[in-house]
């Protein structure tokens, strides 16, 4: 898989431009991972990368083809998206939804096979979910819920999952097994585009970063990206890197 | 993960219905044995022409249309609870059943006949529901916003029902449209049912066989675009299908309210929000209530009881202990 975004514009109707010309890449297996201030337009990014939004000018291809001319079912064949995972009211079980991930696949007048439901639970399995499976997804914890997403976004097997915020709210230890989980799929070929609040997350596990600076943003590997004075430039902290350790020792 | 083996559930699905209108066909204000039940359905020559013409052109008619009223009713609130995802989402509470029955009424007053009734119906059932969505869906979009903006859309249609009545001719339409307002199955006969009917059977036999995908409804609008399946058109589909079923039910049997909240409800406690099981469910268990309901309505006193006043007994104190049970608004 190959995304290449060159030159994104986007400004909300009738209002301020959010994006201005931001363009990357990402090849098979990579992890990417986008930065910057809250109100930067890190959503925003990931909604017009995916074609959720539409770009003002500017474009967005997957292995040479434009996403805005692909159809929903190639397009969400080759994507899968993980959204915050705000605590869910939905009373389905995991495991059902899971199985929603693959509604693109699915006849309108049936439903998921045997088959369909086994694969699902080799899934959770592999991910360590499996004893979720029939607990219902509004008693889950938040780490919990964010692993579910996460499967459910995996079992279309999609080449590239965007994420948004998948380590926001959780305790450390699941932080650390969201970004693990990320950092596994390169095995298999499947690239990784997250946004997050910690800078220490891009150093640990993505290979690129892309951050917002004021209007810009600057992209790169991620110790190029993730330097002290872009963390001031950025966020307005002045911090010290040390390793994979960022200090922040205080504001501007 | 196998999927559990359903078959005893499915079966007691398809009798519950079976069983409750086999019942209500023995009970009214004469009993009936079940045996001559039995002779009167199979068209024996023995029977008495009586109990034949009681069995077959008086209460069979009425308990077909209790059970696709029930049925639709019940589907319908089911399926606008998971569009809206909100639990309080029903005919009732969206202003679709208002404006339903503003389209009757009007129809009504103008003599347009049945398919009129029908057509009318639909149609300001539908303008009632978009005007609910576009009052109440906002960026603010809290669970309870959509129920207030029904509320006053459908207390909007409510008073333009009195204007109706304000301006019908006392001696011969009031009567009509009030007495049919207040929800009676008593008017079925064979005639309607042809009419109504279609229209039921339609919407339920779409949600039925889409309803795994109905699993979709509730999501956040990139979640369910992200799956690649056509959510607008999902959503479309369904909001005409509900719609549908609820103006049909109205412009045959009036406005009887609360099974659309009622009966969803009880199959989310049993079954959960699966819809591939809740579908069957609402569909079996709304049918049977509202034979049941309208059995008690038409033998329990000596005059038959509205039963729109029969399903608000039972419903107002249930939706109240929902409110404090799911703490939502």
Redesign the interface.
């Known amino acids: 898989m190959i995304l290449d975004v060159n030159k994104l514009n986007y400004s909300y109707p009738h209002g301020p431009a959010v994006l201005k010309d931001i363009s990357f890449n990402l090849g098979s297996g990579e992890v990417m991972a986008v930065l910057g201030p809250n109100g930067a337009g890190k959503t925003t990014l990931l909604k017009v990368t995916m074609g959720v939004l539409k770009a003002s000018s500017g474009r967005c291809t997957i292995d040479g083809e434009d996403i805005s001319k692909l159809s929903p079912k190639k397009l969400w064949s080759k994507i899968s998206y993980v959204p915050q995972s705000k605590l869910s009211t939905s009373s389905l079980s995991c495991l059902d939804m899971i199985l929603l991930g693959l509604a693109g696949k699915i006849n309108s007048f049936s439903s998921p096979s045997a088959e369909d439901r086994k694969s699902a639970y080799e899934l959770m399995k592999e991910l360590k979910i499996e004893k979720l499976a029939e607990k219902k997804c509004d008693a889950l914890s938040g780490g919990e819920l964010q692993m579910v997403l996460i499967a459910r976004a995996l079992i279309s097997k999609p080449k590239l999952l965007i994420l948004d915020e998948p380590e926001s709210g959780l305790d450390f230890r699941n932080q650390l097994i969201v970004l693990d989980t990320m950092a596994k799929l390169k095995d298999d070929g499947i690239s990784c585009i997250f946004n997050t609040h910690y800078p220490e997350h891009a150093l640990m596990r993505a290979d690129k970063a892309l951050l917002f600076i004021d209007e810009h943003t600057v992209f790169g590997h991620t110790e190029d990206v993730i330097t002290e004075e872009n963390i001031e430039r950025s966020f307005g902290v002045r911090a010290r890197i040390e390793d994979d350790y960022i200090v922040p020792l205080s504001v501007i | 993960?196998?999927?559990k083996n359903h078959l005893l559930s499915n079966i007691i699905l398809i009798i519950l219905p079976i069983l409750t209108a086999l019942a209500a066909l023995m009970l009214g204000r004469i009993f009936i044995a079940p045996s001559e039940v039995f002779s009167a359905l199979f068209k024996d020559p023995d029977i008495k022409p009586l109990i034949l013409m009681t069995v077959t052109q008086i209460r069979l008619p009425r308990i077909l249309l209790a059970l696709l009223a029930g049925a639709g009713l019940s589907v319908a609130g089911c399926v606008f609870q998971s569009l809206f995802?909100n639990p309080l989402a029903t005919p009732d509470t969206l202003g679709v059943a208002s404006g339903a029955s503003f389209g009757a009424a009007l129809a009504l007053l103008l003599h347009l006949g049945m398919v009129g009734v029908q057509l009318t119906s639909f149609t300001f059932g539908l303008v009632a529901v978009v005007l609910t969505f576009l009052a109440g869906s906002g960026k603010s979009k809290g669970m309870s916003a959509i129920v207030l903006s029904g509320i006053m859309i459908g207390s909007l249609f409510s008073s333009l029902v009195s204007l109706i009545k304000f301006v019908a001719d006392e001696e011969s339409e009031l009567p009509a449209i009030t007495y049919w307002l207040m929800g009676s199955l008593s008017g079925a006969g064979y005639k309607n049912l042809i009419f109504g009917a279609p229209a039921i059977l339609f919407g339920l036999i779409v949600i039925y066989?889409?309803?795994?995908?109905l699993?979709?409804l509730?999501?956040?609008e990139?979640?369910a675009?992200?799956?690649?399946?056509?959510i607008k058109a999902l959503r479309v589909v369904t909001m005409l299908c509900a719609t549908l079923m609820t103006a049909s039910v109205i412009s045959m049997c009036g406005q009887v309210g609360w099974v659309g909240l009622l009966i969803p409800h009880m199959c989310?406690m049993m079954v959960?929000?699966?819809h591939?099981r809740l579908i069957p469910f609402s569909i079996s268990i709304g049918a049977a209530f509202m034979v049941a309901v309208d059995t008690v309505a038409r033998s329990a006193t000596a005059s038959e009881i509205p039963i729109s006043i029969l399903t608000a007994i039972i419903g107002a104190p249930f939706f109240i202990y929902l409110m404090r049970r799911t703490r939502l608004l």
């Open positions: 993960m196998k999927e995802d066989l889409i309803r795994w995908k699993n979709l509730p999501l956040r990139e979640e675009v992200s799956t690649g399946v056509n989310r959960g929000s699966n591939k």
